[in-house]
């Protein structure tokens, strides 16, 4: 449970990012707002939501939230709003997290078949992307195009993270 003041707090970085960043019905976020900082940092800071945190997926759940919520300007937030808020990003988390995968390219390994030992799962050097598209999804049942999307997403984040 969040304590009066921090949930005030919450409250007010709540209003000012949204309303700084709802624009003829579309919410186009600043993240580097100091209300959207205040927000993620509080976020973070709940305990059933610090155990699964991912802040990309944090920020997908807060935004997503705040567009259900309000469709107008000025955006009034009320205490069941917070409430609101709070649950759908951890509700976010919990249905996405589980989706996440680490992968990490292993030098010169020299398999030729898919091993398996409990939640590590390691693919041959020389499949494809397809193959390896075809063997996440039989490891995580996602849909296969929602899957390409998601790779192809990693795939372009890496690259311009790499450009900066």
């Given at each position: ?8 707090v919450f409250k007010d970085n709540i209003q000012a990012f949204a309303n700084k960043n709802f624009f ?141």
């Open positions: 449970m969040m304590k009066r003041k921090a949930k005030i003829n019905g579309e919410f186009d976020a600043n993240y580097e707002d100091k209300s959207y900082w205040t927000i993620i940092d509080i976020l973070r800071g709940i305990p059933a939501i610090r155990k699964i945190w991912d802040q990309d997926i944090a920020t997908y759940g807060l935004t997503d939230t705040l567009k259900s919520l309000y469709t107008k300007l000025p955006i009034i937030v009320s205490e069941r709003d917070v409430d609101e808020v709070i649950e759908g990003v951890e509700n976010t988390l919990k249905i996405n997290v589980a989706d996440h995968l680490v992968v990490c390219p292993i030098p010169r390994a020299q398999f030729s078949r898919i091993i398996k030992l409990r939640e590590i799962f390691i693919l041959p050097q020389h499949f494809t992307e397809k193959q390896k598209i075809k063997a996440f999804h039989k490891v995580i049942k996602k849909d296969i195009n929602e899957l390409q999307r998601d790779v192809n997403h990693t795939i372009k984040s890496s690259v311009m993270s790499s450009i900066n």
